[in-house]
């Protein structure tokens, strides 16, 4: 009995580790040409060639084009066609409305136009080299003891008291080593569903208006609270401002500095330049304005309010469109000269939004890690 336990916790230990393979790999979204956007470049092709240079592309990654709808478009071609700026072939449908979020599923050279006018002619592609996913850890070897681990048989009894002194002799060898495998199969669970406990819980990235971008609402603040009543912030989520570098900003402010529509006092820095990505850090109710001109009086403010993450829940699912349909693009900038008229601010105080990339996500079963968990208790305590 004692080998059967011990085998059932080498058993138990490779199930639980096939599981932890289960666990996506975290990709990483690419926002093409980061603030410069999806556009005519001023430097020509070199822009893009330069972008692509410093980042590493993995299968499973996304690609987003930023551009207005009606003024640029974006579509997959091969070399020939990349090196001609043609488009009379084309690797899937001509995505024509902005942004554009492309997923990267094969390795291998991907090439990029815009096929409007001459736009490809004078700059706007793009090519890059997609490496492939790091392969999961292999699974571990099933093989039994070597040979040379196996008890040595004994000599055989001179009597009958020594037959009987040598059968106890080897059941207790037995015992011993089968008691030390079920151990060995224990630690190893418990180091595994450890493991499993580290999985990040996957994330969503949130576009601030959706198609309308972070610009001056037609129908003023109540755009932007419809919007986020129909979402559910979590900690750990992403907003994406999308808005034009030198039109707009985005600051997050106390509730007293949006209610009066004041930047005197910030909670971090003012961000500048469009599009902006702010994490969401924290839980509990968040604020942001655009400081230019009047903006925020006419309606450029939003709150929202951000729970608590789940400490075990399945994968969540991700808002937005799926990859076979194009996202919506955000609507051109509104606002006129007279009122993008900067207001000072003062020096931003500690603790402000993290800004930069959308994070990669990662995402795992976090429930596997509890039914491993749960599995290894009632085994230890079967086998104590």
């Not at 402000?352 to 749960?374: D, E, K, M, N």
Request: net charge negative.
């Amino acid at each position: 009995m004692g080998l059967r336990m011990g085998m059932a916790g080498y058993v138990l230990a490779l199930v639980v580790g096939a599981a932890l393979l289960h666990c996506t790999v975290a990709q990483t979204t690419h926002v093409v040409g980061d603030s410069l956007g999806w556009v005519i470049p001023p430097g020509g092709a070199a822009a893009y060639t330069t972008w692509a240079s410093t980042k590493k592309f993995m299968v499973g990654d996304t690609l987003v084009f930023n551009f207005t709808t009606g003024e640029h478009d974006v579509a997959q071609v091969s070399k020939t066609a990349f090196d001609a700026c043609t488009s009379t072939t084309t690797i899937g449908s001509v995505i024509t409305t902005g942004p554009a979020n492309l997923t990267l599923d094969s390795e291998g050279d991907h090439y990029y136009i815009c096929t409007v006018g001459r736009h490809c002619n004078i700059g706007q592609k793009l090519s890059i080299a997609v490496q492939a996913s790091s392969s999961a850890s292999p699974t571990p070897s099933k093989e039994g003891p070597s040979p040379s681990s196996t008890p040595p048989s004994s000599p055989a009894p001179t009597s009958e008291l020594d037959s009987e002194t040598q059968l106890y002799t080897n059941r207790e060898r037995e015992r011993a080593m089968a008691l030390r495998m079920g151990m060995a199969g224990c630690v190893l669970l418990l180091a595994v569903g450890a493991a499993l406990l580290h999985c990040t819980v996957a994330q969503t990235t949130h576009v601030v208006g959706d198609s309308t971008g972070w610009v001056i609402p037609p129908g003023g603040a109540a755009a932007y609270t419809t919007w986020a009543s129909t979402k559910k912030f979590m900690v750990g989520d992403t907003l994406v401002f999308n808005f034009t570098t030198g039109e707009h900003d985005v600051a997050q402010v106390s509730k007293t500095a949006f209610d009066a529509c004041t930047s005197t006092t910030t909670i971090g820095s003012v961000i500048t330049t469009g599009p902006a990505n702010l994490t969401l850090d924290s839980e509990g109710d968040h604020y942001y304005i655009c400081t230019l001109g009047r903006h925020c009086n006419i309606g450029q403010k939003l709150s929202i309010t951000v729970e608590a993450s789940p400490s075990a829940s399945p994968t969540p699912s991700k808002e937005g469109p799926s990859p076979s349909t194009p996202p919506s693009s955000p609507a051109p900038t509104s606002g006129t000269p007279a009122d993008c008229a900067p207001t000072p601010v003062s020096a931003p105080t500690a603790g402000g939004p993290v800004v930069g990339p959308t994070p990669p996500s990662s995402s795992s079963t976090v429930a596997i890690a509890s039914f491993s968990l749960t599995v290894l208790s009632i085994f230890m305590a079967f086998l104590l």
